[in-house]
C-alpha cells in the first residue's frame, strides 16, 4: 500500500520511509512494501528506494554499504555518514579505542604512539594505508582507517668487549664466564666453539658474522641475548634452537 503526494518537488516526509521516486515523478509516503510476491523491482538512487515495475508500489530500504569503497553494494549510493579510525598494534603490546564520529574529508592529527613494543624493537613511525607517517602528521580522512604501529629493531649498541679484527676461531671455553654485555664477532671468525661464552651472566646482545657456525650450547648459562646478524644465516638457524637467544636480522626493515 502506498500514499501518493503529486509533484517531484513535494516530497512526504515520515522518519526513514519517505521519498521521491525518480522514476515516476511523484513523492509518496509508503506505508509497506509491494505485496506482489512476482513482481520485480527496480532500484532508484537516490534514497535506495525499490519500485515495482508493474503496479508501482514501492518501499525504502537501508543501503548495504562496502565500507572498504563506500558506496552501497546493491545501487552505488555514496557513505556520507562518520567514519571510524582503528588502531593496529602490529605485535605490540596494549591497546588504544577507536576515534569514532570522524566526518569524511576532515583532517586528524596523528597521535603519539601508545603501545609496548615487542622484545628487542622500538617504535619507527605509523603505517597508514601503505603511507609511513608520524605522530603529529595531520592525514586527510577518505574513509574507515586503520593507523598500524610499525617497529624496527633496536640498534646494536657499541661493544665493550672488543676482539681482535684477525680472529677467525673462537675456541671451546674461551670466554666463560666474561663480565661483558655487548660482543662483536669479527667478520673473520667463521668458528664459535662449544660452551664459548657461557654463564657470562651480564651478556645481552651478541653481533655474529654471516657465515659463522656455532658449537654446542654456546651460550649456556646466560640469560636472554640478543644476535644480531643476516637473515639465514647459520646463526639464525642456531637461535631457533635455544629458548634464551632471539635472533634479529639487521639486513630486513
Known amino acids: 500500500m502506498w500514499i501518493r503526494a503529486e509533484g517531484s518537488d513535494k516530497p512526504v516526509n515520515s522518519g526513514d520511509r519517505s521519498g521521491t521516486c525518480r522514476s515516476f515523478g511523484t513523492a509518496r509516503l509508503y506505508i509497506e512494501p509491494c505485496q506482489h510476491t512476482d513482481h520485480s523491482w527496480e532500484c532508484t538512487n537516490e534514497a535506495h528506494m525499490m519500485v515495482c515495475e508493474y503496479c508501482e508500489d514501492a518501499t525504502i530500504s537501508p543501503h548495504t554499504f562496502d565500507y572498504s569503497t563506500l ?17 593496529d598494534a602490529n605485535g605490540g603490546k596494549g591497546s588504544r579505542e577507536p576515534v569514532t564520529g570522524i566526518q569524511l574529508n576532515q583532517e586528524y592529527v596523528l597521535p603519539r604512539n601508545p603501545f609496548i613494543a615487542p622484545d628487542a624493537y622500538e617504535f619507527a613511525c ?9 605522530p603529529g602528521d595531520r592525514l586527510t580522512v577518505t574513509g574507515f582507517m586503520t593507523v598500524k604501529a610499525v617497529w624496527r629493531i633496536i640498534p646494536f649498541g657499541p661493544p665493550d668487549f672488543v676482539l681482535p679484527a684477525h680472529t677467525y676461531r673462537i675456541e671451546a671455553e674461551a670466554f666463560e664466564g666474561i663480565d661483558a654485555s655487548a660482543i662483536e664477532i669479527p667478520e673473520r671468525c667463521t668458528v664459535i666453539g662449544d660452551h664459548a661464552f657461557r654463564r657470562c651472566l651480564s651478556l645481552r646482545v651478541i653481533r655474529i658474522s654471516k657465515d659463522c657456525f656455532l658449537g654446542e650450547d654456546v651460550f649456556e648459562g646466560c640469560s636472554r641475548v640478543y644476535v644480531y646478524g643476516e637473515s639465514t644465516s647459520p646463526a639464525e638457524a642456531y637461535c631457533e634452537e635455544y629458548d634464551n637467544l632471539l635472533f634479529l636480522p639487521e639486513d630486513e626493515e
Open 126 to 134: 605509523w603505517d597508514v594505508g601503505g603511507e609511513q607517517l608520524n
Open 71 to 87: 558506496l552501497c553494494t546493491e545501487c552505488g549510493y555514496p557513505y556520507n555518514g562518520e567514519v571510524t579510525i582503528s588502531f
